[in-house]
């Protein structure tokens, strides 16, 4: 049995404790994980192909795999995806867990992964026996010159963080990893979540001059549409390794239920929701923001994506108490790598009264 690392939220549990003794009940802005209902028109796609007694298609049904190659080029400028390279995936932490043992790595392989990054990057390097380096992202070309890595992951806007990387530092990255024969896969999931600083994907022409060769992206509909619950996500990119991994997906029995794939489809087919739902978060951003900021916190990176990056230049672990006692449940960032050891991620996945509440809280201390 291979070793994988305790499960980071296990140790956050005496802090949720201690917020929950709060009178006001706690703010839990800890994880990522939606608040909002599930769009009206995703619910009834579900409905409509809810009788489904067949098997679906591992391979995603052809309207799913066309609406992703839809939502790509309207949403961020990317062409020449065909539909036939276009993957579903079970949510896409199933997708990162197991990527590195889908491609066929293994002991003596190495993983680069963000230097503070997803926990999950890590634990598929482990899962595949694979050894894992760490590198700033700015680093992340030169490293790929010196050591020659199987797979290397980026993540814009980043998890917890919320940097976005420039097409020019993407560009490098990609001129490096195809003369080393490195497999870069790029984690999109908060691409239509900009704030300060505009995301471009892996894959618009910008950065990869039009071909996918060597390259994966990986997108989730867990916050753009509110469908963390739905498992709903896909993998597209180079046509041969897609390729490859439908053929052990396949394997192993790793099929999207018809039903989601249907809503999926219909979730990508709309922006509307999109929009109304980005607004929702920038708005409670604003809020958590500016308390933070009146609390003493200074805020880092946070372009993009679903976090404020938080510091008050002391051990996370403070930082975490000094926000339980007030009923405000956090990330300390040492989840994340060694690096995010002085900072603590806030979520803004909580409704407007629980935040309205953790404003206040910390407006008042």
């Not at 392989?109 to 634990?123: G, K, L, R, S």
């Not at 300060?196 to 509909?221: F, I, K, R, T, Y």
């Not at 975490?320 to 806030?346: K, T």
């Amino acid at each position: 049995m291979r070793k994988l690392p305790d499960f980071p939220w296990d140790r956050l549990a005496p802090a949720k404790a201690r917020a929950g003794q709060h009178p006001d009940g706690i703010v839990d802005l800890s994880v990522g994980t939606p608040v909002d209902p599930v769009p009206a028109v995703v619910q009834d796609a579900l409905r409509t192909g809810s009788n489904a007694p067949g098997y679906p298609l591992t391979h995603g049904t052809p309207a799913l795999r066309e609406a992703a190659v839809g939502w790509m080029a309207r949403r961020l400028g990317v062409s020449g995806v065909a539909p036939a390279a276009v993957l579903p995936v079970l949510g896409t932490k199933e997708l990162v867990a197991w990527l590195p043992m889908l491609l066929g790595l293994g002991p003596g392989d190495q993983v680069v992964i963000p230097a503070v990054a997803y926990p999950t990057y890590d634990v598929g390097a482990r899962i595949a026996g694979a050894d894992t380096l760490v590198a700033a992202p700015e680093d992340a070309a030169e490293l790929i010159g010196a050591r020659r890595p199987k797979l290397l992951w980026l993540n814009s806007p980043a998890n917890p963080n919320g940097r976005v990387a420039s097409a020019a530092e993407l560009r490098a990255v990609v001129a490096a990893a195809r003369e080393a024969g490195t497999v870069v896969v790029s984690d999109e999931c908060y691409i239509e979540l900009a704030w300060e600083a505009e995301p471009v994907s892996l894959l618009h022409p910008d950065v990869c001059g039009g071909s996918h060769e060597g390259l994966l992206v990986v997108h989730s509909l867990s916050k753009r549409s509110n469908l963390a619950g739905y498992r709903a996500g896909f993998v597209t990119g180079d046509p041969a390794i897609v390729a490859d991994l439908l053929e052990v997906r396949k394997h192993a029995g790793m099929i999207m239920p018809q039903p989601v794939q249907d809503a999926m489809a219909a979730a990508l087919n709309d922006d509307a929701h999109a929009a109304e739902q980005k607004e929702r978060y920038r708005k409670r951003r604003e809020v958590l923001r500016g308390a933070l900021e009146h609390a003493g916190f200074r805020i880092e990176h946070s372009e993009a994506g679903l976090y404020l990056w938080s510091t008050r230049d002391e051990d996370c672990w403070t930082t975490v108490d000094w926000l339980s006692e007030r009923g405000i449940l956090v990330a300390p960032g040492d989840f994340y790598g060694e690096a995010g050891a002085r900072h603590v991620r806030v979520a803004l996945t909580a409704s407007d009264e629980r935040v309205a509440a953790a404003a206040a809280r910390l407006i008042g201390s």
